[in-house]
């Protein structure tokens, strides 16, 4: 995609959505950390869900630390992977009381030491958190950032640090958000709904749809 074209996609993502903003809901930069844990092979409805109930009760990395991975359990069984993710997250609490005097720190390296933090993780807390132009490439932004032409690659690292590059500087902050709400529900995995995509005349994709 030229240079030209990403910038007039990125306008017309803008104007649809001005201010893009995660589904996941939260009140701290330590209950959006918790909720994108969980988040893994998982909804954000199915997270949401579970940490209504969770946060009412506990919404600090000490308060959750004193429930334990049995007293967590209960919270977040609706959601997959939620033994190994229960055991992470306190392990994740621990770390942030004993090192971190409670605060989510706002650096990578600080971030992927946390026990089920990885890259794609630690991004998404640095760009919405804290306001770090990053951008986490998960599947929907893997397979809109492929499908369209606008920076394609093997790997969500390969993606990630080609959009870094592509992505007009203006909408870099944003871009993230943007990405994942488009492919969510308008450049879906199955059936891309390309009679309605407004950036279908800038897509490389070679199979639009047409109903």
């Given at each position: 995609?030229?240079?030209?074209?990403?910038?007039?996609?990125?306008?017309?993502?803008?104007?649809?959505?001005?201010?893009?903003?995660?589904?996941?809901?939260?009140h701290?930069?330590?209950?959006?950390?918790?909720?994108?844990?969980?988040?893994?092979?998982?909804t954000?409805?199915?997270?949401?869900?579970?940490?209504?109930k969770?946060?009412?009760?506990?919404?600090?990395?000490?308060?959750?630390?004193?429930?334990?991975?049995?007293?967590?359990?209960?919270?977040?069984?609706?959601?997959?992977?939620?033994?190994?993710?229960?055991?992470?997250?306190?392990?994740?609490?621990?770390?942030?009381v004993?090192?971190?005097?409670?605060?989510?720190?706002?650096?990578?390296?600080?971030?992927?030491?946390?026990?089920?933090?990885?890259?794609?993780?630690?991004?998404?807390?640095?760009?919405?958190?804290?306001?770090?132009?990053?951008?986490?490439?998960?599947?929907?932004?893997?397979?809109?950032?492929?499908?369209?032409?606008?920076?394609?690659?093997?790997?969500p690292?390969?993606?990630?640090?080609?959009?870094?590059?592509?992505?007009?500087?203006?909408?870099?902050?944003?871009?993230?958000?943007?990405?994942?709400?488009?492919?969510?529900?308008?450049?879906?995995?199955?059936?891309?709904?390309?009679?309605?995509?407004?950036?279908?005349?800038?897509?490389?994709?070679?199979?639009?749809?047409?109903?």
């Amino acid at each position: 995609m030229k240079p030209d074209d990403r910038r007039e996609f990125f306008r017309r993502l803008q104007s649809v959505i001005p201010a893009p903003k995660t589904e996941l809901e939260y009140h701290s930069s330590f209950e959006l950390l918790v909720a994108v844990i969980l988040s893994a092979q998982a909804t954000d409805v199915s997270v949401n869900k579970a940490t209504r109930k969770l946060y009412p009760v506990a919404s600090t990395p000490r308060e959750i630390l004193n429930l334990g991975v049995d007293g967590l359990k209960p919270y977040i069984r609706t959601i997959g992977l939620f033994n190994s993710k229960a055991e992470n997250i306190i392990k994740t609490c621990r770390m942030l009381v004993e090192e971190y005097d409670s605060e989510v720190p706002n650096d990578r390296k600080s971030l992927e030491r946390l026990p089920g933090v990885g890259r794609k993780t630690a991004n998404v807390v640095l760009n919405t958190a804290f306001g770090e132009p990053t951008i986490a490439v998960d599947t929907h932004i893997f397979r809109v950032a492929n499908r369209t032409g606008l920076a394609k690659g093997k790997t969500p690292l390969e993606v990630e640090l080609k959009l870094l590059k592509a992505v007009p500087r203006e909408y870099l902050h944003d871009a993230h958000h943007w990405l994942i709400l488009h492919g969510r529900y308008t450049c879906k995995a199955r059936k891309p709904n390309c009679p309605e995509c407004i950036v279908r005349s800038l897509c490389s994709f070679k199979t639009k749809t047409t109903v």
